[in-house]
């Protein structure tokens, strides 16, 4: 375990055969320096983890080894020899793939359209759209996915998205492939899957770079650990070397938790009431059935489930986004299940969705404009809009959700996912919710992020708000959680207090710890 000097970077230089570098690259945008003079080895047949909080400049990096953006100063060297990469398909023309954090499909395009868009297969008469679907299909099943190629992306869950751009990554074959948080909409399962499809890339030669929060997953497929901080290099060791607290201890400077159950103070009355739901999905199959469930004023629930448990299910039928096959729901003991979407946030029921991007901002909206949005109608008089009034609650936003931005005017993309989680979460408080519910709510986040956003769920539910939160991780139940509420195929399988144990949490939703 150690941190960088001079005479380790040139030491780790001569180990093993580097296929990608970069060398004393920075990056500014702006004021802001997003990389400085970094140095970075990408070694064939390794996987090398890149660890850092949100705007600590992984994703910059990674763009500029993919030939997304152009670094501002510095070198990017490919087998020996400096390049500059006009295009990322001049990269891609190079054997370097990404797969970004984001997902970057086409909607309204089908599954084998999005993995073959812009490097189609052409035959004698065209396209060979025949061919592109036996590969595609090739590909879903060494993913061990379920997904006709001919399938509208748009129709698929969010972790089958995931895996649709993790198969466009995989069609290329390319020699170098960057994973930037790559399972954070997938399941259990599914990572599992991925973990083999890298361990069998590695050993046929490719050199992977991966990027992820969920730290104990990654440490399990890490040969190497790299840590950026404030743009800056800080760390760099072997696998063998390191543990979590060495990662969280090199990106965050001390080792903290996620917090805990908020105290001293009584719990009110119950504030959302659910009571025997049924939803049924897409092909008819009940996805909640018939689940019953209560959160008091100053509660903080949290579900737990793996993916196709209901969760996500369950929180979008409460908020109104879907309709339920039957069962009710109240709002301090008034029924909303014939309410829209828009009565039900008036009536103080909020819901942060899981995909921040597609259901959570407005990529080309401000900061300011996407905080607002939801609350427009506290600062229009007579169809009149008033700045004054309207800036107020942009800067009392930014300040109680502690967003970091250069102010309301900045652009939602300039900043990092954590920030961007914050501006969604603060753009429902701003509503003056009785209720909230978060769907994942620290998906695609750091761990100084997360505990962000726990600590202020949990400053809220003192003040009487209730807090309902769904989450893939385990480690996330035992955090600010007064209770575990356990989903399994559609069920509630078990309900834990906060005294509960990974094991008896993980047992009760079909899963079982890995050593």
Not at 156 to 177: C, F, H, M, P, T
Not at 296 to 316: H, P, S
Request: net charge negative; hydrophobic share 40%.
């Amino acid at each position: 375990m150690k941190t960088l000097n001079s005479a380790e970077t040139n030491a780790s230089r001569t180990e093993g055969e580097v296929v990608l570098s970069a060398r004393n690259v920075s990056k500014v945008y702006g004021s802001t320096h997003a990389l400085k003079e970094v140095d970075f080895d990408i070694r064939r047949g390794q996987v090398t983890t890149l660890f850092g909080e949100n705007g600590a400049g992984k994703s910059t990096l990674m763009k500029i080894l993919s030939g997304v953006v152009t670094p501002s100063s510095g070198q990017i060297i490919l087998n020996g020899e400096p390049i500059t990469f006009a295009s990322t398909n001049q990269a891609r023309e190079c054997g370097i793939s990404i797969i970004h954090q984001e997902l970057n499909l086409s909607p309204n395009m089908n599954v084998r359209d999005n993995i073959f868009v812009g490097r189609e297969i052409h035959g004698i008469t065209g396209v060979n759209f025949a061919e592109e679907e036996r590969i595609a299909r090739s590909l879903m099943e060494e993913l061990e996915e379920d997904i006709d190629p001919l399938t509208l992306v748009e129709d698929l869950r969010l972790g089958q998205q995931q895996i649709v751009e993790i198969a466009r990554a995989l069609s290329v074959k390319s020699r170098i492939l960057i994973m930037d948080e790559p399972t954070s909409a997938l399941s259990a399962t599914e990572v599992e899957v991925l973990f083999k499809i890298i361990r069998d890339l590695t050993s046929r030669g490719v050199a992977i770079v991966y990027i992820s929060h969920h730290l104990e997953e990654a440490l399990e497929i890490t040969d190497r650990a790299v840590v950026l901080r404030d743009g800056v290099m800080t760390a760099y060791a072997k696998r063998e070397e390191i543990n979590l607290e060495w990662i969280v201890r090199n990106m965050v400077g001390e080792h903290f938790d996620l917090g805990s159950p908020p105290t001293g103070y009584e719990l009110g009355n119950v504030a959302l009431a659910v009571n025997q739901l049924t939803v049924k999905g897409p092909t008819g199959i009940k996805v909640v059935d018939n689940l019953s469930l209560e959160v008091r004023a100053g509660e903080i629930v949290c579900i737990y489930g793996l993916m196709g448990a209901g969760r996500t299910e369950l929180m979008e039928c409460i908020a109104g986004r879907i309709s339920a096959e039957k069962g009710t729901i109240t709002l301090n003991n008034r029924p909303i299940s014939s309410l829209s979407i828009a009565d039900r946030i008036e009536k103080g029921l909020a819901l942060v969705p899981e995909d921040r991007q597609r259901d959570g901002l407005i990529q080309t909206m401000t900061v300011g404009e996407n905080l607002t949005l939801a609350s427009i109608g506290e600062f229009v008089r007579r169809m009149v809009l008033s700045p004054k009034r309207e800036k107020l609650l942009v800067n009392d936003s930014i300040r109680n959700v502690t967003v970091k931005t250069s102010g309301g005017e900045a652009t939602i993309g300039s900043l990092s996912g954590g920030n961007q989680q914050k501006v969604v979460i603060g753009k429902m408080l701003a509503t003056h919710p009785k209720v909230i519910l978060l769907d994942e709510p620290s998906r695609g986040i750091d761990i100084g992020a997360k505990a962000e956003v726990f600590k202020l769920l949990a400053e809220n539910a003192r003040r009487g708000l209730a807090v309902l939160y769904s989450t893939s991780e385990v480690g996330e139940c035992l955090s600010v959680a007064h209770r575990i509420v356990v989903m399994s195929k559609g069920h509630i399988s078990a309900i834990f207090d906060a005294n509960v144990s990974k094991e008896q949490i993980m047992a009760a939703s079909g899963e079982s710890l890995v050593a």
